[in-house]
C-alpha cells in the first residue's frame, strides 16, 4: 500500500444491520483515511448486504469464515463489529490469527473500553478496543470532564432511546449495556463508582437520544471550572458526533454535611451535585435521525478507525 495522501487502509464491518450499515454509509461519505474492503453479514436476504452490493462493495453472507475467504481478505487491516457481544469471542480470536486490528461495538469488552476524546490516544495500537456502549459514549465524557476538575465520588447516568431504535441487538444486551457501563463510568470517565440506567421509551413519535449525567463530586470543587470543562468536552465530541448538544446549562446543587444524600452502596454523603443533560440527534445517514444512540456510536467507531489508520501513515 502506497503512503500517499490519498492513501486509504482497507476495512471490513462484521454486521449487516442497521448499525453496520450506517458505518458503512459514514465509511463511504465521510472517512479520511478508511476504504470499505468488505460487509459481511449471515442472511442473504439483508437489508445492508443489498444496499452494500449497490455501493459497489464487495459482500458475504457466510459471517466471519466467508470473509476469510473472500480474495480482498489480504488487504484488511481494521474490522468493526457490529453484532453481538456472544458472538464477537470467536470473531475476535478469527481475526487476531490474522493479525486485524479490531473494533468492537457490541458490549463484549475484549479490549480496552475506548471513548474517542478521552483515552483513543492511549490505545491506538491495541488489537481490540471497544466502544463500551451508546450511553457510555455519549456520558463518559461528561463523567471525565467533571473528574478532571474535582473527584467524583459516584456518578449516574441515564439513557433514554426510542424503543424504536433498539434492535434485537440491543434488546439482546441489556445486561452487558448496564454492565459495561457502569464499568467504563469508572475506568475511563474517573468516577470512583458509576451506575448505567437505560430507558426505551416507547412514545409515538420516537423520541431523540437523551442522557442525564449526575455526577457527585468533592465539595469545595469549583463551579465555573466544571462548567467550562463539561462545554469544551461536548464542543469535542460535537466535532465528530455534530448531533451531541447539551439540553441546558450545566446546574449544580450543594448538599451540606448536616443534610447528606444516601447514595447506594457508599452511603451518606455531601458534596457538589453536578446535574448534565444531553440530547443526541443522528445524522440520518442510514438512520432516522432520533436514533441518535446508534448514530453515536458508528460515529465513534469512525473516529476511533480514521485516527488508527492516520498512526500508520506517520
Known sequence: ???????????????????????????????????MGAMVGIDPASDGLARAARMGVATT???????????????????????SAGAHAEHNRILQQHGIQVIDLTPAAIGPYVVPVVNLRDHLGSPNINMVTCGGQATIPVVRAVSRVAPVH??????????KSAGPGTRANIDEFTETTSRAIVSVGGAARGKAIIIMNPAEPPLMMRDTVFCLADGDADE??????????????????????????????????DRPINVPGLGRMSGLKVSVFLEVEGAAHYLPAYAGNLDIMTSAALAAADSIAARRFN
Open 154 to 163: 459516584y456518578a449516574e447516568i441515564v439513557a433514554s432511546i426510542a424503543s
Open 1 to 35: 500500500m502506497s503512503e500517499t495522501n490519498n492513501a486509504r487502509v482497507d476495512v471490513a464491518i462484521i454486521g449487516s444491520g442497521n448499525i453496520g450499515t450506517d458505518l458503512m454509509i459514514k465509511v463511504l461519505r465521510n472517512s479520511r483515511h478508511l476504504k
Open 224 to 257: 465555573d471550572r466544571i462548567r467550562a470543562s463539561v462545554e469544551q468536552m461536548v464542543a469535542d465530541v460535537a466535532a465528530y458526533v455534530p448531533g451531541y448538544r447539551l439540553k441546558q446549562a450545566v446546574q449544580f446543587d450543594r448538599i451540606p454535611a
Open 61 to 83: 453472507h457466510e459471517g466471519v469464515p466467508g470473509l476469510t475467504r473472500m480474495p480482498g481478505f489480504g488487504d484488511i487491516r481494521i474490522a468493526f463489529d457490529a453484532t
